[in-house]
């Protein structure tokens, strides 16, 4: 069995994510016993417990699942994964030398509000880089409120910041969430097209004719539904503030949890919205990558057949 040399593209990192090709149909803790031949079947063990094996992209901590022949294994230091360890309400699904994607958790703030003191997604992944380099910075692609979990895009330096903010409506391909709703759906999918102002009090306004406002358009299809509650699949096809929290009370389906836009309960005791995959052309490599985060259980459960 033939080992991939570690990626490249690492090489400069002080710490190492080490990849490898599976070439053979084998159990996880057989390759790795295989692989890391230097070192005790303890330590490996223990690198397997703690989360620092990756199968195509995905954690994996089960001595016996499969690897089937070309399969990519991502093994990370110890000091990449002390590092990861220490994030609050989020998790690295994806990083190269020019964007981060993570996983944020309900209640955590994309970035900070004017008295800065709170501790964010941005403000962790700003101190997670300079960890490796004290001159590398992170910046902000776009954002989730606070209470929307889900997959956000962060860039590692400025020339990929401005190529994706620019050029944001090419690059991505699909932004897609699932947002539980108040009310059983009657439509299985539709298109809501409005303008959106944004009032002194900062809340969103939606207008159906041009009044100057920023035009927005969501699309959403019902998954599933009972008396209660309705699930849905949302897709952006703008992407303006408070879009689909707006949109959803404009159909008389407001968001769960979302007393601002119109909801009368909070089953969930958060808002139920979240970002459920991310499809764009990589800046550098221009290749196509797609990135999901699994629906809550919570969400699935509030839309159970009564």
């Known amino acids: 069995?033939?080992?991939?040399?570690?990626?490249?593209?690492?090489?400069?990192?002080?710490?190492?994510?080490?990849?490898?090709?599976?070439?053979?149909?084998?159990?996880?803790?057989?390759?790795?016993?295989?692989?890391?031949?230097?070192?005790?079947?303890?330590?490996?063990?223990?690198?397997?417990?703690?989360?620092?094996?990756?199968?195509?992209g995905k954690v994996i901590t089960k001595h016996n699942h499969p690897l089937t022949s070309g399969t990519k294994i991502s093994i990370q230091g110890n000091q990449s994964a002390m590092k990861e360890r220490a994030l609050i309400g989020l998790e690295i699904i994806h990083e190269d030398e020019d964007i981060l994607v993570v996983?944020?958790?309900?209640g955590m703030l994309s970035m900070a509000t004017d008295n800065g003191q709170e501790v964010t997604v941005y403000s962790q992944l700003r101190h997670y880089v300079r960890q490796s380099n004290p001159q590398d910075r992170v910046f902000i692609v776009h954002r989730l409120d606070r209470d929307t979990s889900g997959v956000m895009l962060f860039a590692k330096n400025e020339k990929t910041k401005q190529y994706l903010q620019e050029n944001w409506k090419n690059v991505v391909i699909e932004r897609m969430y699932t947002a539980l709703v108040e009310g059983e759906v009657k439509k299985e999918k539709g298109t809501i097209t409005s303008w959106l102002t944004e009032s002194k009090t900062f809340k969103i306004h939606s207008c159906p004719f041009d009044n100057g406002g920023k035009k927005a358009v969501t699309h959403y299809k019902k998954i599933r539904s009972n008396r209660n509650y309705s699930l849905l699949e949302?897709?952006?096809?703008?992407?303006?503030?408070?879009?689909?929290?707006?949109?959803?009370?404009?159909?008389?389906?407001?968001?769960v949890g979302d007393k601002k836009y119109g909801a009368s309960s909070n089953p969930l005791k958060r808002l139920g919205l979240h970002a459920t995959s991310l499809i764009f052309v990589h800046p550098t490599t221009k290749k196509r990558m797609k990135f999901t985060s699994k629906v809550p259980k919570k969400f699935i459960k509030a839309t159970k057949a009564q």
């Open 1 to 56: 069995m033939k080992n991939k040399r570690p990626n490249a593209t690492n090489k400069n990192k002080t710490f190492r994510e080490t990849e490898y090709i599976v070439k053979e149909d084998i159990e996880l803790l057989p390759f790795l016993l295989q692989t890391l031949n230097n070192q005790s079947r303890n330590s490996v063990k223990s690198i397997l417990t703690r989360g620092q094996v990756s199968v195509d």
């Open 103 to 106: 996983e944020k958790e309900a």
């Open 234 to 255: 949302v897709n952006l096809e703008t992407g303006r503030k408070n879009q689909i929290r707006v949109h959803m009370e404009e159909i008389g389906h407001p968001i």
